[in-house]
């Protein structure tokens, strides 16, 4: 079972920029697809990217697309979250997460594909 710990995230003003990265445990991680989502106060979990196994394929939720680009260093066993002209309406925890499917080159949209979670970032972008 992969274990996932998040850091990077912190308060920024608006148009800033962060990177988040998501280091994991386990030897799996670098056949697995990885996930990104987020969740502000009061709303349900939402997707944000994810990025396959050997990072071929990535796709990314309209609201970050063209500012958030999701990475990966299967050598080190961690995923990335390059996050770019930040708005307030990215404040949110931000989670990593990851599909428990060997070489799968997709990952969807809906948190119910993915199996294990870390505790998650604090992302607050001030206006």
């Known amino acids: 079972q992969v274990q996932l710990v998040e850091s990077g995230g912190g308060l920024v003003q608006a148009g800033g920029s962060l990177r988040l990265s998501c280091a994991a445990s386990?030897?799996?991680?670098?056949?697995?697809?990885m996930g990104w989502f987020r969740q502000a106060p009061g709303k349900e979990r939402e997707f944000v990217a994810a990025?396959?196994?050997?990072?071929?394929?990535?796709n990314y939720a309209d609201s970050v697309k063209g500012r958030f680009t999701a990475s990966r260093e299967n050598a080190k066993n961690t995923l990335y979250l390059q996050m770019n002209g930040l708005t307030p309406e990215d404040t949110a925890v931000y989670y990593c997460?990851?599909?428990?499917?060997?070489?799968?080159?997709?990952?969807?949209?809906?948190?119910?594909?993915?199996?294990?979670w870390g505790q998650g970032t604090q992302v607050t972008v001030s206006s």
């Open positions: 386990g030897r799996t991680f670098s056949s697995l697809t």
């Open positions: 997460a990851v599909k428990n499917e060997h070489y799968s080159n997709y990952g969807g949209p809906s948190p119910y594909e993915y199996d294990n």
């Open positions: 990025i396959s196994w050997n990072g071929f394929n990535r």
